[in-house]
């Protein structure tokens, strides 16, 4: 896969955005909280090689659930289908950014630009990031230390800032 240069970056202050008057960002941002991410979000990596036990422990990662984002189940998709919609209709699994209510437009960019390290177009939701999305939300428990680590493992970053998978 070609390279690109990854120039997005998230940096989240979780203080911050949970003392906002908005009730649905704040409930959004405590299912990112619960969920045990929000320690892996700010982090600012250096080149390192470890195991994924040592990647786990290293970032206080849950070990425990999902590990297949594919069985989140399937009454939690329906039913965050209407809920992430800005119309209130069933969203596709796979839509445009522009359908969500805006605090799942905010997760949307979060698991694409910290989490699936996504380059180039933020636009589409895909499924997979949806899938995502619903875990969090659902408080379903996910073993980020596994499923972060097999993301992580395909991708090197290069000192100058460069972005390669490695297949």
């Known amino acids: 896969m070609a390279s690109s240069l990854v120039s997005n970056t998230n940096q989240v202050h979780f203080a911050s955005v949970l003392a906002m008057d908005n009730s649905e960002m704040v409930a959004m941002f405590e299912a990112l909280v619960a969920s045990g991410l929000n320690g892996f979000l700010g982090f600012q990596g250096k080149m390192v090689e470890i195991s994924e036990e040592v990647f786990a422990r290293t970032f206080q990662l849950p070990v425990e659930g999902l590990i297949d984002i594919h069985e989140v189940p399937k009454e939690l998709i329906f039913y965050a289908r209407t809920e992430f919609s800005l119309t209130g209709e069933q969203l596709s699994t796979s839509c445009k950014k522009r359908e969500l ?7 949307s960019d979060i698991v694409a630009k910290s ?5 180039g177009s933020f636009d589409v939701v895909t499924h997979e990031r949806f899938l995502l999305m619903t875990a969090i939300f659902g408080g379903v428990s996910v073993n980020w230390g596994r499923l972060l680590f097999k993301i992580s493992r395909t991708w090197k970053i290069q000192r100058q800032g460069k972005l390669e998978c490695e297949d």
């Open 101 to 107: 209510k805006i605090e799942y437009r905010l997760l």
């Open 115 to 119: 989490i699936t390290v996504k380059a």
